[in-house]
Structure formats: C-alpha cells, structure tokens
C-alpha cells in the first residue's frame, strides 16, 4: 500500500466509531488488518510504541467476556493508554439513565468507549450521543471485532483473502453477520448452512450481497453442510446457543442435529483447511474434539488476534 494512500486512509479513521463492518470501505477493513499485524510483529519484537499515551478507554459489559475483556485491557495498555472496567450493573444506565446522557457524560472523562451488550440498538444510541469514538465489543447483530481478527488470522496462515471459500456452518448469529458482510468486502466467498429457521437477517445478507458485487465475492446461503463445506478453504463453527439463548438449549440441539463440524464434514474440504472458532467452544455438540483440537485448528491464533485486531482499531480511530 502507497505511503499516501496509508495516510489518507489513517486521516480517514480518526474519531469515527466502529459499529459494524458495512460502515468501512474495503480498503479500510485491509488497512486495519495491516495495521493489526504491524503491530502484532512490534508487540512480538518487544518494541514499545504507545500512541494512545495518557488517553483512556471505557469499557462497558453488560455481558460477561473472556476475550473481550482481556484483549481489550491489554491493548489499550501496550498502546500506552488504560483500560477502565464499567459493568452495566454499576453504571447509572442499569438503573435507567438514558443512554444520550450516559455518552455525553463518559465524552467528558474518556477518549473512546467499548461496549459488549445485548441489543445493538444500545451501541447505536451510544454512538450517537458520545463525542467520542465507540467501539463495539459485540451486539446480539453484529461482533465486528470478531470478524476483523478473523481476516487477519486468515490472511496470515493462507497468505491472501480473495478468492478463497470460507464455509460456516451453525446458527445464523452476530458473528456470522459480521463474517458475511467482511467476506463481501474482502473478496471472500462465503457459504453459510443452517437450520431452516436459524437463517442469517434477511437486510444483511442483502447488504452483504450488494457489496460482493464491488469485489466479486460470493454469498451463498444453503442447509446443507456437506454443501457449503465443498471445497473450502476455511471451515467456521459457533456454539448453538449463544449467551442468553440458554433456554432454547435443547431445542437448539434437536435443530442444530447434523450440523456438527467433525472428521466425515471436515473430508469435503481441502485437505489444508483450516478451522477456525470464535469460543468458547463447547467440544462434542457443534465441533467434535479430532477436528478442534486437530493440526487444521487455528482457534488460539484467531483468540490471539483479537488483541492485535482491536489494538489496530484503537489505534486508528482514537
């Protein structure tokens, strides 16, 4: 990338907020997955960069995190800055503050917020209310933070992104939202197979196919595993019942019957796939143990990347 561009693109970033992978253009998303192992190699060579130095990061979950939490705390302190943890329960949102007032409020004290919360109408209102960046860690629609790290995972292990066929198969969720609309940004073609019923929105997925025709992606919906695994390049498994849908465990699992990513599935993909997972995992439902913990995972690179990945995000927007 020309050092022009890069400098348009880093100019391009400052102050905006992160919500969702369709509000970046495509050489965005790959600027920030450069930066993300620019700063991967830095972190790797013990070298000290800290441009965030003084700045300040509020950090609101009003879901619980292993990752989200960890790798955000860490970045926002190898950039130089400090991580402030705010559960939703001890802010005066849990108790019914409008959320407007909350972010201009917190514009007051801090220099970005990330929020893990369930509706993403929350994240929305937040950004629109605050001064200041926002940085979404996850919405019941979207986790582009996730997807972001993903592609970089990807792109270090495969060398390249266009062109390749990454398969998901599971429920129609947050993660595969953000999965979908990164692949039609970065010229991935993506093959998503549910259970009827547990499809992915409907308005993203057009989205996601408008933007595919800017980079030639494709994007193919089926309920066929053994479909959408063919000839992949990358397999992606989630759990069947994300937090908060714990009542519908047992009925997710007599849907989800079928769709376990294992050995017989795995057979349908190139022989070098990967397989990647977003954890937690829950071995022997969505993914058997020979394939998760097997020579084609990747899932500790991808967890590890989500620092990197955020650290970039952090970076450039704040």
């Known amino acids: 990338m020309q050092e022009t561009v890069k400098e348009d693109l880093a100019a ?3 102050g905006r907020d992160f919500l969702m992978l369709v509000d970046y253009t495509p050489e965005e998303i790959r600027y920030l997955i450069d930066l ?3 700063l991967k190699k830095k972190q790797k060579a013990g070298d000290v960069y800290q441009p965030l130095k003084g700045k300040t990061l509020g950090m609101i979950f009003e879901k619980s995190s292993t990752r989200t939490r960890v790798s955000f705390e860490v970045g926002i302190y190898q950039l130089g800055g400090q991580g402030l943890f705010l ?3 001890d802010l005066q949102i849990g108790r019914g503050e409008p959320i407007l007032d909350t972010a201009q409020v917190l514009s007051r004290y801090l220099d970005g917020i990330m929020i893990r919360t369930f509706a993403h109408r929350t994240v929305v209102e937040l950004a629109r209310g605050a001064t200041i960046p926002v940085i979404n860690g996850l919405t019941d629609l979207s986790h582009p933070c996730q997807a972001l790290a993903d ?9 390249r992104l266009q062109g390749l066929k990454l398969a998901y198969i599971g429920d129609g969720n947050n993660v595969v939202h953000s999965l979908m609309m ?8 993506i093959s998503i197979a549910t ?3 547990y499809e992915p ?8 196919i408008d933007h595919a025709k800017e980079t ?7 309920h066929d595993p053994k479909e959408a695994v063919d000839n992949a390049d990358v397999i992606y498994s989630d759990v069947w019942a994300s937090m908060g849908q714990e009542a519908e465990q047992k009925e997710r699992e007599l849907a989800f019957a079928g769709y376990q990513v294992n050995e017989a599935l795995a057979k349908y993909a190139k022989k070098d796939y990967l397989f990647m997972h977003c954890l937690p995992a829950h071995r022997g439902e969505e993914v058997s143990e020979g394939v998760i913990d097997g020579p084609n995972s990747i899932i500790f690179d991808q967890a590890e990347n989500r620092l990197h990945a955020q650290k970039a995000i952090m970076a450039a927007i704040m």
């Open 201 to 208: 929105d409907p308005d993203l997925v057009q989205q996601s």
């Open 151 to 159: 592609y970089q995972t990807i792109l270090e292990h495969k060398g």
């Open 195 to 197: 259970p009827e019923g």
């Open 182 to 189: 990164g692949a039609a940004k970065l010229g991935v073609d």
């Open 12 to 14: 391009s970033l400052k």
């Open 87 to 89: 559960s939703g329960n």
């Open 216 to 222: 030639g992606a494709r994007i193919h919906l089926c």
């Open 36 to 38: 993300a192992i620019d």
